[in-house]
T-cell receptor, first 113, second 112 residues
Framework: KAGVTQTPRYLIKTRGQQVTLSCSPI?????VSWYQQTPGQGLQFLFE???????NKGNFPGRFSGRQFSNSRSEMNVSTLELGDSALYLC????????????FGQGTRLTVV | GENVEQHPSTLSVQEGDSAVIKCTYS??????FPWYKQELGKRPQLIID?????GEKKDQRIAVTLNKTAKHFSLHITETQPEDSAVYFC???????????FGAGTTVTVRA
């Protein structure tokens, strides 16, 4: 059974650009969550999607957005990149019921220069 | 919203000794508490979890305890080995929020 796959693994972008990250969940999982991981802030919740609907959103500016497709794959977009957006972006998939185990992808390392 | 605090931030133990990491949470509606281990450069992986209807759970050298009244839960690793060196994250989940709220992490180093 394939795990959670995130692409690309590494990205270098310039301030002001935008970026799209992709996450393919484990087959059968309908929930995808996104987290930002930085050394100082740990893992911060960005948003969660289930069956193409956003069920929750974290405390991030509107430059951060996401969506989920009918095959449960998810994308997140960050517009007008800032230096502080440099981080490891992790997605996690689960079956989507309350308190079900979440499986993480290997993450996308975004560097903004 | 949920706030999870985790202590200590770093922990160094001699191989064979025990390690204990403690977390507190603020949302009394949270009822699922997973622990993740993240080795350097790798993805976080679930090592054990506990739900609020039980007070303790064990899996070989790892155990987790939960005190709902005090709103704290702990990870216990016995007979530590070098491969236990990693960053450990606790998390809490309110079933109505569809998210995990993480602690800041504990870097565990097992000295040979």
């Amino acid at each position: 059974k394939a795990g959670v796959t995130q692409t690309p693994r590494y990205l270098i972008k310039t301030r002001g650009q935008q970026v799209t990250l992709s996450c393919s969940p484990i087959s059968g999982h309908r929930s995808v969550s996104w987290y930002q991981q930085t050394p100082g802030q740990g893992l911060q919740f960005l948003f969660e999607y289930f069956s193409e609907t956003q069920r929750n959103k974290g405390n991030f500016p509107g430059r951060f957005s996401g969506r989920q497709f009918s095959n449960s794959r998810s994308e997140m977009n960050v517009s007008t990149l800032e230096l502080g957006d440099s981080a490891l972006y992790l997605c996690a998939s689960s079956f989507g019921g309350p308190n079900t185990e979440a499986f993480f992808g290997q993450g996308t390392r975004l560097t903004v220069v | 919203g949920e706030n999870v605090e985790q202590h200590p931030s770093t922990l160094s133990v001699q191989e064979g000794d025990s390690a204990v990491i403690k977390c507190t949470y603020s949302d009394s509606a949270s009822n699922y508490f997973p622990w993740y281990k993240q080795e350097l450069g790798k993805r976080p992986q679930l090592i054990i979890d506990i739900r609020s209807n039980v007070g303790e759970k064990k899996d070989q050298r790892i155990a987790v305890t939960l005190n709902k009244t005090a709103k704290h839960f702990s990870l216990h690793i016995t007979e530590t080995q070098p491969e236990d060196s990693a960053v450990y994250f606790c998390a809490a989940s309110n079933p109505n929020d569809y998210k995990l709220s993480f602690g800041a992490g504990t870097t565990v180093t097992v000295r040979a």
